[in-house]
């Protein structure tokens, strides 16, 4: 395969996976700003942690005066000047789909080139917050439908793999960066952890990330970080978990080595992320800092995707 076909493919499905988690991210901030003051939130810094995790303070702070739920929705979701917003996603998405189109199946470019023109009935126009919810599901749903058809209408070749990979590096980030904000940002200094208000936002991170069933399965008992922490890291059956991410990572180099008959630091760096992911135990990683663990992991995971692009991308 052509290194820029590759690249495209990787992209394409990055900036798909980062559009569906900027919808999670805005619309629990939306659950933790409906909450009565009196119970601890409506006055909170949820659209703070909403934009330290999904987007750039900096860039934010260059065009608009004050974090609250209308900017920050609107930067999020529809500025052109965030190239991280649903918007820019879903555009850069559809471009990337359509330089490789030829290798999708028809219906991986319905998904993104039907979401692309979608998009026009929702980006210039003042939502409502019904309206606007709306729209968040329709993102959702945007992934699902194009994660779907690659798994049911891709042939198993590098094409293939290439898509897989750039999915996984990206939910591995996504799944980082939430657990690190609700964790550094989210829980007002004031209030207690195992309180009410912590409990909420611990429960309602699971809902976002579609753990909220998988968490009562595996550990049968109530809402605790510690095993939130563990489903959403070191849990390989948690399809969002760094674990999971790293195996299916792990397993699409490898076929990608053996087709191509080289092996690099993309394989070393990533099986080594997994040997240390496997031989973690949760207790020690809150002993130690989860914040310093997950800040640690976000930077070695952007340097295997640096060295994925390196390796295979860059023709």
Same mark, same amino acid.
Request: net charge negative; aromatic share 8%; charged share 25%.
């Given at each position: 395969m052509l290194s820029r076909t590759a690249d495209n493919l990787f992209w394409l499905s990055r900036y798909v996976e980062r559009a569906d988690f !900027?919808?999670?991210?805005?619309?629990?901030? /939306?659950?933790?700003?409906?909450?009565?003051?009196?119970?601890?939130?409506?006055?909170?810094?949820?659209?703070?942690?909403?934009?330290?995790?999904?987007?750039?303070?900096?860039?934010?702070?260059? /065009?608009?005066?004050?974090?609250?739920?209308?900017? !920050?929705?609107?930067? &999020?979701?529809?500025?052109? /000047?965030?190239?991280?917003?649903?918007?820019?996603?879903?555009?850069?998405?559809?471009?990337?789909?359509?330089? !490789?189109?030829?290798?999708?199946?028809?219906?991986?470019w319905d998904a993104?080139?039907?979401?692309?023109?979608?998009?026009?009935?929702?980006?210039?126009?003042? &939502?409502?917050?019904?309206?606007? *919810?709306?729209f968040l599901d329709w993102v959702k749903t945007v992934s699902l439908t194009f994660d779907g058809s690659a798994f049911r209408t891709m042939l198993r070749n590098d094409a293939f793999w290439f898509t897989r990979l750039g999915t996984a590096i990206e939910r591995a980030d996504n799944t980082a960066r939430i657990l690190d904000v609700k964790y550094?940002?989210? &829980?007002? /200094?004031?209030?207690? !952890?195992? *309180?009410? &208000?912590?409990?909420f936002q611990w429960t309602t991170i699971l809902r976002e990330v579609s753990a909220f069933n998988a968490y009562h399965w595996v550990y049968r008992e109530s809402i605790k970080p510690v095993l939130v922490a563990d489903l959403l890291m070191l849990n390989k059956q948690m399809p969002r978990s760094f674990a999971n991410c790293y195996g299916v990572i792990v397993e699409y180099l490898d076929l990608i080595a053996d087709a191509y008959g080289r092996r690099g630091p993309s394989q070393r760096l990533a099986g080594n992320m997994l040997a240390k992911l496997e031989g973690e135990d949760i207790n020690r990683v809150f002993a130690s800092g989860l914040h310093e663990f997950v800040e640690a992991f976000i930077a070695e995971n952007n340097g295997v995707g640096e060295a994925i692009v390196k390796q295979y991308l860059v023709g």
């Open positions: !900027v919808a999670r991210i805005l619309d629990a901030a /939306h659950r933790f700003a409906s909450l009565p003051t009196s119970y601890g939130g409506g006055e909170g810094n949820e659209w703070e942690s909403a934009l330290a995790s999904a987007g750039d303070p900096e860039a934010f702070k260059t /065009h608009y005066s004050a974090i609250n739920a209308d900017t !920050v929705c609107d930067f &999020l979701a529809f500025s052109p /000047h965030n190239p991280s917003s649903i918007r820019s996603c879903i555009e850069a998405a559809r471009e990337n789909a359509r330089s !490789v189109r030829t290798a999708l199946t028809t219906e991986m993104i080139n039907g979401a692309w023109l979608e998009l026009r009935n929702y980006a210039g126009k003042d &939502l409502n917050r019904d309206e606007f *919810g709306r550094q940002i989210l &829980l007002p /200094h004031d209030e207690k !952890v195992g *309180g009410s &208000l912590d409990y």
